[in-house]
Nanobody, 131 residues
């Protein structure tokens, strides 16, 4: 099982930027679906961005496209989410997640829609954006 730890959250004024990090440890997948999700109190969990380590394909929520960038440093076993031009509605707890990818029809598109059993989750990091 993979253990994940998020960091880099905090408070920022609208229009500011933050970079979240997700460090992975333990057994690694030969190919992984990885992604960032967020959840605000009373709201549904939302997929923010995802990446397939096998082909570097990415996913972004339509409303966030152009503002957020996901990246993966395989050598450091760390995933990043660069968040620019933040808005108050971006306020949420952000979670990173990873799962084995590329087998039995499990690919990035399915992962971001509904992470499957066996997905590893971090504890979350709070992002607060002030008006």
């Amino acid at each position: 099982q993979v253990q994940l730890m998020e960091s880099g959250g905090g408070s920022v004024q609208a229009g500011g930027s933050l970079r979240l990090s997700c460090a992975a440890s333990g057994a690694m997948y030969s190919r992984a679906c990885m992604g960032w999700f967020r959840q605000a109190p009373g709201k549904e969990r939302q997929a923010v961005a995802g990446i397939d380590s096998g082909n570097d394909s990415t996913y972004y929520a339509d409303s966030l496209k152009g503002r957020f960038t996901i990246s993966l440093d395989n050598a450091k076993s760390t995933m990043y989410l660069q968040m620019n031009n933040l808005e108050p509605e971006d306020t949420a707890v952000y979670y990173c997640a990873t799962a084995s990818c590329g087998a039995r029809g499990f690919f990035l598109g399915s992962f971001v829609r509904r992470p499957w059993a066996g997905t590893s989750w971090g504890q979350g990091t709070q992002v607060t954006v002030s008006p």
